[in-house]
Structures are given as structure tokens and as C-alpha cells.
């Protein structure tokens, strides 16, 4: 349901775009979020953004370097990560829920963001 792509090894400092591609039915019924899992470590939260995009929640750690954005006519979501740090280094999953629900429907694969320092 859910395609996340756009990871890669970089450099900290340096900037990244993660996309997630949705195939649920009604894209703009969904509030969307980015999660992390470092190794060896749960899943956090990262960002989330509104079913029309009005509304965004980003994680401490990440406010002020990533912006979460989506485009409805494409049913894509995006994740822009700048001013990378080696502690973003995480598998990166997108993630889709239903605005009436309180937990989230769909998971995307996974894509991994290593940032060397």
C-alpha cells in the first residue's frame, strides 16, 4: 500500500528527500507520518502531516531541519531531511491513518538513511 523511497549514505551536513507513494483508496482521507527505527532501537516518531496538509507535528529532534509535505494528486507524502546528523541514521517508515482512527493502518517497507560523520 505503502512505497518509501529516497534513502541512501551521505555525509552529515548534507540533505536528503524521502517519498512515499500511496495506493490506499482516497489518499486525502489519511493524516500521513514519518517513523525511524535506529539499530537496535524502537521505532520513533519523526513527523506527521495533516490529511490536507494544514497541520504538522515534527519530533525535537528533528524540528527546524525537516520539513514533512504532501501532495494529494500524486498520493505521495515526502520526508525533506536537512542538515543531517550521524543520529538520523535510522530505517525510515512511512505510515498512513485513517483520520477517524487513532492508530495507523498502513506501513510503508522501510528505507534506510545512513549519515556518516
Known amino acids: 500500500q505503502l512505497q518509501a523511497c529516497g534513502g541512501g549514505v551521505v555525509q552529515a551536513g548534507d540533505s536528503l528527500k524521502l517519498s512515499c507513494a500511496a495506493s490506499v483508496r482516497h489518499f486525502s482521507d489519511y493524516d500521513m507520518g514519518w517513523f525511524r527505527q535506529p539499530s537496535g532501537k524502537e521505532r520513533e516518531f519523526v513527523a506527521d502531516v495533516s490529511r490536507v496538509g494544514g497541520t504538522t507535528y515534527y519530533a525535537n529532534s528533528v524540528k527546524g531541519r525537516f520539513t514533512i509535505s504532501r501532495d494529494n494528486a500524486k498520493n505521495t507524502v515526502y520526508l525533506r531531511m536537512n542538515s543531517l546528523k550521524p543520529d538520523d541514521t535510522a530505517v525510515y517508515y512511512c505510515?498512513?491513518?485513517?483520520?477517524?482512527?487513532?492508530?495507523?493502518?498502513?506501513w510503508g517497507q522501510g528505507t534506510q538513511v545512513t549519515v556518516s560523520s
Open positions: 505510515g498512513a491513518r485513517y483520520y477517524l482512527h487513532s492508530e495507523y493502518d498502513y
